[in-house]
């Protein structure tokens, strides 16, 4: 059945991706979704209304209330152009599937809305006045009403949204099948939380994250650059096991002393605790050998330059062979803080690879973001790729004109052999030596830092070459 969806306008190549990762939760499928959906007449790509085609309204009202990103889906009784093709469109609309609905003992709620623009309260009662042709029988029930109604009138979408104007009025009726509660993330914004890092994931993005991989009561979480642990509270919330890991041990084990570290956060929401957190080099991995399969999803943020950088065990010295291995006392191991060295991108995706493939069941998600650079001389972004994992979803973030964070959602289609280890190594060396050198060295963080071209006008007045950003998508 045909429903419309309503989005926030906000992250806008993750709207749909979240919505067919949460159908796909709800199905019982892993793999990708593919929800067969259509624009309203008239309508922008970019805009808010989307018709999308479900099985069911209980798999409707079950992705509403998950979703960050959807604000209400409706079964839509009518629309038009007009009041009047409204009217004609709502009496046709079938009255078995209207009538139980506006019967005796019922009760409704209606609410008037427009996208990009605020409808006065005299406005709002001369469109319930033409609406008064719909037979309710039920009383009206703002604070709790049985059934809920949606009159959604567009006419102007405003100048701050970066949509084009509109090119014809629509309206929408519609009876609400469900709707999000975006409360949660006033409950775990950043700026409440207990102990937090620079690099500390916001709640919004968290929640996204989880929902791409499909986040649920029972399955186990891994996180292998936890920090202070922002994802895993996320993942923690919808009901899952949660682990994480980080190379330094002050923050997974000390944090700012007793009563301010990752437990205490888990703790102030009254979250279940991770079943452990562990100091651990990614490059490095501190699993037995012949330990596979035993994550249903990896989320993380790798380190990749910008506001902090990847660190993997060893220090220079030891890396280059100026010193050997060495064993540290027992009487200083308490305190000791190993010596670490820079850690590439280009590597620690390898890594990451390797790791998701050994330790993900079949069927079990990598979630995680990945930089790209948005100069206009820049080449067409090419993402890491493994014999054992399928790429379904790329959600891009605008972060400034200079770069970007795509969010990679892979989902595990093979099991890990020797074989596919073999050619996932061949096939890191070719990404690497083909698509990631500006990544190396530092050159990630040089570009996005670096002065912005400076030219002189006609006038004498400095400027910038690069275009002016306007964060439509943050």
């Given at each position: 059945m045909w429903y419309l969806c309503v989005f926030f306008h906000r992250l806008l190549e993750y709207r749909k991706a979240e919505f067919e990762s949460l159908a796909g939760l709800f199905e019982g499928h892993s793999g990708a979704t593919a929800l067969e959906w259509r624009l309203p007449e008239d309508h922008h790509p970019d805009s808010p209304f989307h018709f999308v085609n479900l099985p069911s309204e209980e798999m409707a009202r079950d992705i509403a209330?998950?979703?960050?990103?959807?604000?209400?889906?409706?079964?839509?009784?009518?629309?038009?152009?007009?009041?009047?093709?409204?009217?004609?469109?709502?009496?046709?609309?079938?009255?078995?599937r209207k009538l139980p609905y506006l019967a005796p003992g019922t009760t409704f709620k209606i609410t008037v809305e427009s996208f990009g623009k605020a409808i006065s309260s005299r406005d709002q009662s001369d469109r319930f006045q033409k609406l008064a042709f719909i037979p309710f029988k039920g009383k009206v029930n703002l604070r709790n009403p049985g059934h809920r109604f949606c009159l959604m009138d567009n006419d102007d979408y405003g100048d701050s949204n970066g949509l084009p104007p509109v090119l014809q009025r629509r309206i929408f009726f519609g009876r609400e099948v469900g709707a999000s509660d975006r409360k949660i993330l006033q409950t775990y914004q950043l700026k409440s939380r207990k102990y937090l890092g620079p690099t500390a994931m916001d709640a919004e993005m968290a929640f996204l994250m989880a929902n791409q991989a499909q986040v649920k009561p029972g399955k186990l979480v891994y996180d292998p650059f936890v920090g202070t642990g922002s994802i895993l509270i996320a993942a923690a919330h919808f009901g899952a096991m949660t682990m994480g890991?980080?190379?330094?041990?002050?923050?997974?084990?000390?944090?700012?002393?007793?009563?301010?570290?990752?437990?205490?956060?888990?703790?102030?929401?009254?979250?279940?605790?991770?079943?452990?957190?562990?100091?651990?080099?990614?490059?490095?991995?501190?699993?037995?050998?012949?330990?596979?399969?035993?994550?249903?999803?990896?989320?993380?943020?790798?380190?990749?330059?910008?506001?902090?950088?990847?660190?993997?065990?060893?220090?220079?010295?030891?890396?280059?062979?100026?010193?050997?291995?060495?064993?540290?006392?027992?009487?200083?191991?308490?305190?000791?803080?190993?010596?670490?060295?820079?850690?590439?991108?280009?590597?620690?995706?390898?890594?990451?690879?390797?790791?998701?493939?050994?330790?993900?069941?079949?069927?079990?998600?990598?979630?995680?973001?990945?930089?790209?650079?948005?100069?206009?001389?820049?080449?067409?972004?090419?993402?890491?790729?493994?014999?054992?994992?399928?790429?379904?979803?790329?959600?891009?973030?605008?972060?400034?004109?200079?770069?970007?964070?795509?969010?990679?959602?892979?989902?595990?289609?093979?099991?890990?052999?020797?074989?596919?280890?073999?050619?996932?190594?061949?096939?890191?060396?070719?990404?690497?030596?083909?698509?990631?050198?500006?990544?190396?060295?530092?050159?990630?963080?040089?570009?996005?830092?670096?002065?912005?071209?400076?030219?002189?006008?006609?006038?004498?007045?400095?400027?910038?070459?690069?275009?002016?950003?306007?964060?439509?998508?943050?």
């Open positions: 209330g998950r979703s960050i990103l959807v604000k209400g889906i409706y079964e839509l009784w009518g629309e038009g152009r007009s009041f009047e093709e409204l009217e004609e469109a709502i009496n046709s609309y079938p009255d078995d890991a980080d190379i330094d041990i002050r923050v997974v084990r000390d944090g700012r002393g007793p009563d301010c570290n990752v437990w205490s956060n888990f703790k102030q929401y009254g979250l279940p605790m991770p079943i452990s957190l562990l100091r651990a080099d990614n490059n490095l991995p501190p699993w037995r050998s012949g330990l596979k399969e035993v994550f249903d999803a990896i989320i993380c943020d790798p380190p990749y330059g910008v506001r902090a950088g990847g660190r993997k065990s060893g220090g220079r010295k030891l890396l280059k062979g100026v010193i050997g291995p060495y064993t540290v006392p027992d009487d200083k191991r308490t305190d000791h803080i190993p010596s670490t060295a820079p850690y590439s991108l280009v590597e620690c995706v390898h890594d990451l690879l390797d790791l998701a493939a050994k330790m993900l069941v079949m069927g079990g998600r990598l979630v995680f973001f990945y930089p790209v650079l948005r100069e206009e001389d820049s080449p067409d972004p090419t993402f890491p790729e493994h014999p054992c994992f399928e790429l379904i979803t790329t959600c891009e973030q605008i972060l400034s004109y200079r770069y970007s964070r795509v969010l990679l959602t892979m989902v595990k289609v093979a099991p890990y052999t020797e074989d596919i280890e073999l050619a996932a190594k061949l096939q890191h060396i070719e990404f690497k030596e083909n698509h990631l050198k500006w990544l190396e060295d530092g050159n990630l963080h040089s570009a996005v830092f670096s002065p912005a071209d400076i030219q002189i006008n006609g006038t004498g007045e400095k400027f910038s070459s690069k275009p002016k950003y306007r964060g439509k998508y943050v």
